[in-house]
């Protein structure tokens, strides 16, 4: 802007305008520095007057607030009178907090009531599963969550609206629980995936639910007697380890009712038969008596799979070493190479099953059946034996006999034509082949015969008491093949009486 001189007087512009006048108001001299006028003097009145009201608009615009930029962000709508907002008791407010649960306003190392009588503790678990039995270490595994039930007055608040509040294991490691283990166990962990699988939840009056998920490996005593015929029971104990009954009083929750099962469990070995609770006091000499309690399950092997795996190959290996019986006597390396191979897989069928089990002291049922089958198969190896000792025996006495006597050697196969004393008529006709020196007179055959008695001595003096059974022992030594013919009916008639007391008593 263009200033005049000083000790000039206004010029008649000047004059006509005020409101630009060097000593006019100030306003003025604010437009025209908003406004960039250089010479407002030589504009005519209209355009200063549209100049005036720009500037104007622009003083107005640059007083108000400045609106938000677009952010790509709808935004969301007032929520309505209609809903209720809910107040959020974990928010800080300035100041002290004040907490719903005063975990530090008391000293949880000490139990509840501490002083006073037992507090009394409910239990109940709900078994999810059975994961294995171990006939060998004498154990099994079972996961379950296990929950505890208590009051605790410490842990009392005010709510109006809430029922309870449910916290995780942080909470745990502040409070008072209880020291629940289990008896006789080897291995249990809680759970920790994602986080640790334990939930704690306080109501209003101080009641206490505490919840955890556990699996625990814990030993049987199993009594293999009768195995695989076999049922055992097994018990999961829980027990406070440092509260006698005085200060602790552990207790199923609802009876029978707080165990509870998965209608799922099940076994590869075994049938669950069923599950029930017990309750009793231990005594321990150092410390006292605890309440303990009995997670109790009955189980019952399947037989099916040792049916298949012991029993029936057993049998067939017994039936095999019968058929020996059928084979001739004659045929030595048959006979004894059928035998040996029994034998041995019977010796591997027993070493394959004592190998998965225990090694006890006693005889179990499968013990008993299986060596009682080893007997029989051991037999038929000796019953061939005892046949061809005497098959040996024989021949031996008839070459002495045809050594002592080489007028008989073409009249073997007249044994029992002179045994009986008489000859029958074809016997007759067929000597005529014989030279007259081989054929005896009736002197020289009843020497023969007394001969052929002596040799058998036995058959000699069940002849003279004429009994029965000299006869028929006469009869068996002198033809050794009658014994097959016994051990045909003998073992098989046994073996199957065997099985019939074994399956009646053991089953």
Request: charge should be positive; include cysteine; aromatic fraction near 12%.
């Amino acid at each position: 802007m263009l200033l005049q001189p000083l000790g000039e007087a206004p010029s008649q512009s000047d004059r006509l305008n005020p409101w630009c006048s060097p000593g006019g108001p100030p306003r003025c001299r604010l437009l025209e520095s908003r406004c960039g006028i250089v010479d407002v003097h030589r504009m005519t009145y209209f355009t200063r007057l549209i100049l005036f009201l720009f500037c104007l608009m622009a003083l107005v615009e640059s007083r108000k607030p400045k609106r938000r930029r677009w952010t790509g962000q709808l935004e969301m709508p007032k929520p309505s009178h209609l809903y209720k907002k809910n107040l959020d008791v974990t928010k800080i407010h300035k100041g002290k907090p004040q907490p719903l649960l005063r975990v530090e306003d008391h000293d949880f190392s000490m139990r509840p009531a501490f002083g006073g009588p037992a507090i009394p503790v409910g239990v109940d678990v709900q078994v999810e599963s059975l994961d294995s039995i171990s006939e060998v270490d004498m154990d099994f595994t079972m996961t379950l969550y296990l929950r505890h039930y208590w009051k605790d007055e410490r842990l009392a608040f005010p709510s109006t609206s809430n029922k309870s509040m449910t916290f995780d294991g942080r909470l745990v490691k502040k409070i008072w629980v209880p020291d629940v283990f289990f008896v006789h166990s080897k291995r249990s962990f809680t759970h920790d995936t994602t986080t640790d699988n334990i939930m704690l939840r306080v109501f209003p009056d101080g009641h206490v639910l505490y919840s955890m998920r556990i699996t625990v490996t814990a030993m049987c005593n199993m009594d293999f007697s009768h195995f695989p015929l076999d049922s055992q029971t097994c018990s999961l104990e829980l027990e406070s380890y440092a509260y006698t009954d005085e200060d602790l009083m552990l207790y199923w929750k609802n009876g029978d009712e707080s165990l509870k099962t998965d209608e799922k469990i099940s076994l590869s070995q075994f049938l669950i038969q069923k599950f029930h609770t017990t309750s009793r006091l231990a005594f321990y000499s150092s410390t006292g008596w605890y309440n303990r309690l009995y997670i109790n399950f009955t189980l019952r092997r399947h037989i099916f799979f040792f049916l298949l795996q012991t029993y029936f190959p057993a049998t067939l290996m017994v039936m095999l070493s019968w058929v020996s019986f059928w084979i001739d006597r004659r045929a030595v390396p048959a006979r004894v190479s059928l035998g040996i191979t029994t034998v041995l897989t019977m010796s591997t069928i027993i070493t394959g099953v004592n190998a998965s089990m225990p090694r006890v002291s006693y005889i179990k049922a499968v013990d008993i059946y299986l060596w009682v089958s080893f007997v029989f198969v051991f037999l038929s190896v000796l019953e061939y034996a005892a046949v061809n000792y005497l098959t040996t025996v024989q021949e031996r006495k008839e070459r002495k006999l045809r050594e002592k006597f080489p007028c008989m050697c073409g009249m073997l196969h007249s044994r029992t034509m002179m045994l009986d004393g008489s000859y029958s008529e074809s016997e007759a006709n067929s000597l005529a082949g014989y030279p007259r020196s081989h054929i005896l007179t009736e002197e020289e055959r009843q020497d023969k015969i007394v001969v052929h008695l002596a040799l058998s001595s036995e058959s000699s003096s069940s002849r003279k008491k004429g009994l029965l059974k000299g006869h028929m022992g006469l009869r068996i030594f002198q033809n050794t093949h009658a014994i097959d013919k016994y051990s045909r009916l003998i073992f098989p008639a046994s073996y199957i009486f065997f099985n019939l007391i074994y399956w009646s008593v053991f089953s």
